[in-house]
């Protein structure tokens, strides 16, 4: 992984920030395939190196993934071995330099997950696992060992894993010890469910497009992905604090009564991180005398705000938009982002558009983007 800022510092929202993210499918006989650990990663990474995502650097984002092979030729991977690899580097920049890598480390793992007896660290169950003798790297302590090292000033972890418990030890990854956090140094851990609890695979739209195909997912990192994407707040931040109430509140609504998850995640509100702010152009501030202003609090308690593309016919057109209920205008500024498309963000309920010479259309706008032609 370059350490550095490829192409200058304007190239890059986040040219600070690095990622480490795994994702597993396929172990060896005896341990049940996946279907959708490396679909997790693979939308994780795809979600960093966003320019309107994460933001980060490509060369900065270290993906490994375990595939499926039919043949049975391909290694069983990541190892143990290739994780520490991922992380060591870091350490060695400290040395060398004296001063911190980065602002952010992002680790990410999907695959099969366990727990220990005791304590509540959750460990991801690496590739070169044995049904009776699993090699493991314990996701929460991983990242705890690299925050208390002055390497970033923050630290998320996201782990899209069981915790069911299993009789074997956790194999830490080998890092230099524990020195001092940062200063006023944050982190974020969000787990897919309790302790002793089995994380669930879906068939589910697009993360990013629901128009896109859908694909075997983790409930948790669909619903992580989605509210990094979309649970802005009332002054137009996506922080810890409201993608943890996004995540659980949308993992509740993916899942039967009887399937039901709840992740965890901590700290809670102390060191809130914030992890995107909309340009002020985008900012979905309402107009005085139009929207009650208790509808920017309701969004801020419902933890999301959906972008919503509007393609109009006649590219400098205007168009309006309309509340549902009582038909009051509401006033936004949008934001242009193609010939004839317009970005704007809206709080999930009924909305009435129109454009210049048009007839209204009633829109409903949920959670996921969405796309509506006028």
Not at 63 to 73: A, N, Q, W
Not at 268 to 273: A, L, R, S, T
């Amino acid at each position: 992984m370059p350490m550095g800022t490829a192409g200058g510092a304007d190239s890059y929202p986040a040219p600070d920030d690095y990622a480490v993210v795994v994702g597993i499918n396929r172990y060896r006989e005896g341990i049940t395939t996946l279907n959708g650990a490396v679909n997790d990663a693979s939308n994780f990474a795809r979600w960093l190196k966003d320019k309107d995502g994460g933001g980060l650097d490509p060369t900065h984002v270290t993906t490994m993934l375990g595939h499926c092979s039919e043949d049975g030729t391909k290694p069983y991977v990541p190892r143990h071995r290739e994780f520490e690899e991922a992380l060591i580097p870091f350490y060695n920049v400290n040395e060398r330099t004296g001063q911190p890598v980065g602002r952010r480390l992002y680790i990410f793992m999907a695959g099969h997950g366990t727990a220990l007896t005791f304590g509540n660290d959750c460990s991801l169950v690496l590739g070169d696992s044995y049904p009776n003798l699993l090699s493991l790297v314990t996701g929460t302590r991983a990242a705890e060992m690299i925050f208390k090292a002055p390497l970033f000033k923050e630290v998320v972890l996201f782990m899209a894993c069981c915790q069911e418990v299993a009789q074997s030890n956790s194999n830490d990854p080998w890092l230099p010890p524990v020195i001092q956090p940062l200063a006023n140094a944050s982190y974020f851990h969000g787990i897919a469910v309790k302790w002793g609890k089995k994380a669930i695979e879906r068939e589910l739209p697009s993360p990013f497009d629901p128009t896109e195909p859908a694909s075997w997912q983790s409930v948790f990192a669909h619903a992580v992905i989605q509210g990094l994407r979309s649970a802005y707040d009332d002054e137009g931040r996506i922080t810890s604090p409201m993608l943890r109430n996004f995540v659980k509140s949308r993992v509740r609504e993916l899942l039967p009564a009887a399937d039901r998850q709840s992740p965890t995640f901590s700290p809670d509100d102390d060191e809130p991180i914030v992890f995107r702010e909309r340009p002020p152009a985008m900012d979905a501030r309402m107009a005085a005398g139009t929207t009650p202003a208790a509808a920017l609090s309701q969004t801020a308690q419902a933890g999301t705000l959906t972008p919503v593309d509007i393609v109009v016919s006649d590219p400098a057109g205007a168009f309006e938009i309309l509340d549902g209920k009582d038909l009051s205008r509401i006033v936004l500024n949008a934001a242009q982002v193609a010939q004839g498309v317009f970005r704007v963000y809206l709080k999930p309920s009924l909305y009435v558009l129109r454009a210049q010479g048009q007839a209204p259309q009633a829109v409903k706008v949920l959670t996921e983007p969405q796309r509506v032609v006028l």
